[in-house]
């Protein structure tokens, strides 16, 4: 996985709650090969209509050059497929902007280094009624929490653990090894003061 802390990019709005798991990507698709690519059926069953014509009115048809999505609350809710977020990765999406998520797919988007930035309702529904007739250059620093957008700039949530993961590039492993030093003292602590419960076990 790249890290990543600053993001510029075209972004559009799907005004819609409650996008879930199924509607990114529909579930008689997950069994095609993950090496094939999961970008052609990101929202199919939203961007093409019954024969599989491309629907010139959504968004993304429109705006192929997009990588970030504003969206509404409960992006990404219902089951917990990681295809989801191989999805959005395949067709080029970088973040979901959103008053919510869905829990299991917020950390799914971590572990495969796309963001979820999560704003308050009036900043959200803010930046939709920017990008309300076209699609629009924006900015996300990670760092530093913001999002910007026209004349708008508002900040964002990120736990600090999930932010360290995204900027490097880590999956929890690494996370982890980052606090090599702290468990190795803890551990030697433990077996001086405590030898009773720490058991030596040889390298």
Same mark, same amino acid.
């Given at each position: 996985?790249?890290?990543?802390?600053?993001?510029?990019?075209?972004? @559009?709005?799907?005004?819609?709650?409650?996008?879930?798991?199924?509607?990114?990507?529909?579930?008689?698709?997950?069994?095609?090969?993950?090496?094939?690519?999961?970008?052609?059926?990101?929202?199919?069953?939203?961007?093409?209509?019954?024969?599989?014509?491309? &629907?010139?009115?959504? @968004?993304?048809?429109?705006?192929?050059?997009?990588?970030?999505?504003?969206? &509404?609350?409960?992006?990404?809710?219902?089951?917990?497929?990681?295809?989801?977020?191989?999805?959005?990765?395949?067709?080029?999406? &970088?973040?979901? @902007?959103?008053?919510?998520?869905?829990?299991?797919?917020?950390?799914?988007?971590?572990?495969?280094?796309?963001?979820?930035?999560?704003?308050?309702?009036?900043?959200?529904?803010?930046?939709?009624?920017?990008?309300?007739?076209?699609?629009?250059?924006?900015?996300?620093?990670?760092?530093?929490?913001?999002?910007?957008?026209?004349?708008?700039?508002?900040?964002?949530?990120?736990?600090?653990?999930?932010?360290?993961?995204?900027?490097?590039?880590?999956?929890?492993?690494?996370?982890?090894?980052?606090?090599?030093?702290?468990?190795?003292?803890?551990?030697?602590?433990?077996?001086?003061?405590?030898?009773?419960?720490?058991?030596? @076990?040889?390298?």
């Amino acid at each position: 996985m790249v890290g990543w802390c600053l993001h510029k990019g075209l972004a @559009v709005s799907l005004p819609q709650e409650n996008v879930d798991t199924d509607q990114l990507i529909p579930a008689r698709y997950m069994s095609i090969p993950r090496a094939d690519g999961y970008g052609p059926y990101l929202f199919y069953d939203m961007r093409r209509d019954e024969n599989g014509t491309l &629907r010139k009115n959504f @968004v993304l048809n429109r705006h192929k050059n997009t990588t970030v999505i504003v969206a &509404r609350r409960g992006f990404g809710s219902g089951s917990s497929r990681e295809a989801a977020v191989y999805a959005l990765m395949d067709a080029g999406i &970088r973040a979901v @902007v959103a008053p919510s998520f869905g829990d299991i797919f917020a950390a799914n988007c971590i572990n495969n280094g796309l963001l979820p930035a999560c704003l308050d309702e009036k900043s959200c529904a803010a930046l939709e009624n920017a990008l309300a007739n076209d699609a629009k250059n924006i900015r996300i620093d990670i760092k530093a929490r913001v999002i910007s957008l026209s004349n708008i700039k508002t900040g964002f949530s990120l736990d600090d653990s999930w932010a360290t993961k995204l900027i490097n590039g880590w999956d929890d492993i690494d996370l982890t090894m980052d606090h090599a030093a702290e468990i190795a003292a803890y551990k030697d602590a433990r077996s001086r003061n405590a030898p009773w419960a720490w058991p030596v @076990v040889a390298d």
